[in-house]
């Protein structure tokens, strides 16, 4: 199983980042892939989720309404729509998939003015 992230950068109070994970070794279609995030010095923290199909996606409090996960199964690939950024958004951002326990190397998300 392989994750790969991209689409992390640098980003202003308010702006909109698109991260995407790109996964490999397994039959992505099948499986349920979910976002976390560790900021400095805190634990690694749930961000949202979504099925095998694309269906009933969830959300930390933290980001609902500002966040959204999606997937293209063609691509074997999951995405996290980010708006309204906030400075306490920057973090690690990390695939997971949590059938097979599999994490991405991360791509990191800073919101600063």
């Known amino acids: 199983v392989q994750l790969v992230e991209s689409g992390g950068g640098l980003v202003q109070p308010g702006g909109s980042l698109r991260l995407s994970c790109v996964a490999s070794?397994?039959?992505?279609?099948?499986?349920?892939m979910s976002w976390y995030r560790q900021a400095p010095g805190k634990a690694r923290e749930w961000v949202a989720y979504?099925?095998?199909?694309?269906?009933?996606?969830n959300y930390a409090n933290s980001v609902k309404d500002r966040f959204t996960i999606s997937r293209d199964n063609a691509k074997n690939t999951v995405y996290l729509q980010m708006n309204s950024l906030k400075p306490e958004d920057t973090a690690v951002y990390y695939c997971?998939?949590?059938?097979?326990?599999?994490w991405g190397q991360g791509t990191q998300v800073t919101v600063s003015s």
């Open positions: 979504i099925t095998s199909v694309g269906g009933s996606p």
């Open positions: 997971y998939a949590p059938r097979f326990g599999s």
């Open positions: 070794g397994f039959t992505f279609s099948s499986y349920a």
